[in-house]
């Protein structure tokens, strides 16, 4: 039996594959990566290697064993057609008798489109019968303090999320609450709805960045066509950037806003709060 996790060497799949390293002998974690030199670091403290690609599903063909517990993170590949690159995972998952398939979602509340695709592949997930867990990861602090240049330059946050509240959490935290679900029992057939301890504003988010620099930051909401049009003035391509745009129209309607605290329950300790990640982006 192996735990696999797929986009191994992607930003999620990193911290999950070094926090099973603390948990598991490295034999026992087979990472799923496109580019084996990319993970030449976890091959040489024995975590097992395997090349496959979502848009190649012959690659997946004998990857799984009966009894793995499997991690499949969602793809990125927006134009790519995303429900039917994890149904490729799932049907090779479903064709070895996998114990256990553990996938990475979005909040059940959020109707943005970027949610379709998360939809479509749940829905395939509990059509297949395949012992699932749904992890629904709401937004991660890194998608705001790893893109804090333009931020500090202009002295400016700009959004088109109004006066929403994200509960965001660091990308640690979630890949701990996958780690729990993979490494623990009891967990089939469970949907868990993940975000941070604490849900913040934008207009709180500019006040931390103000007290930590020493600049004043102000909060400038805009409307979603001015930020799509923003966004895609930054080099962005028009339909992600409208994707993106989208997310903060859900926000101001709060449905990136999770009350669950499923996340604080399965790693066992709390979520890391949006200022130590804020301290941890102005270090580096």
């Known amino acids: 039996m192996s735990i696999v996790v797929t986009g191994a060497t992607g930003h999620l799949g990193r911290h999950v594959v070094e926090q099973l390293l603390e948990k598991v002998p490295a034999d026992q974690i087979t990472a799923v990566v496109r580019n084996a030199e990319k993970a030449a670091d976890f091959a040489a403290r024995g975590v097992q290697i395997a090349l496959a690609d979502y848009n190649a599903p012959a690659s997946f063909d004998t990857l799984f064993s009966a009894g793995d517990k499997v991690l499949l993170i969602s793809g990125n590949e927006f134009d790519k057609g995303r429900v039917q690159q994890h149904k490729v995972v799932l049907d090779a998952a479903k064709a070895a008798g996998v114990a256990l398939l553990a996938y990475t979602s979005a909040p059940g509340t959020l109707t943005a489109a970027l949610a379709d695709d998360h939809r479509g592949t749940e829905e395939a997930i509990l059509e297949s019968g395949v012992p699932y867990v749904l992890l629904r990861n709401s937004w991660y602090h890194e998608n705001y303090t790893e893109n804090l240049a333009p931020v500090l330059e202009h002295g400016a946050v700009v959004q088109a999320a109004g006066e929403g509240r994200v509960s965001s959490a660091a990308r640690a935290d979630y890949a701990a ?108």
Do not use: C, M
């Open 177 to 284: 609450a996958a780690v729990a679900v993979l490494t623990g029992e009891g967990h089939e057939n469970t949907t868990y709805e993940l975000g941070g301890d604490e849900a913040w504003s934008f207009a709180e988010y500019a006040a931390e960045l103000s007290r930590q620099t020493g600049k004043e930051i102000v909060y400038n909401p805009v409307s979603v066509e001015a930020y799509t049009g923003i966004l895609t003035g930054a080099g962005l391509p028009e339909p992600l950037a409208a994707i993106l745009a989208g997310v903060d129209a859900s926000i101001e309607k709060g449905e990136l806003e999770v009350r669950t605290g499923d996340l604080s329950r399965l790693t066992g300790r709390p979520t890391t709060p949006l200022a130590e990640a804020i301290k941890a982006a102005l270090t580096d």
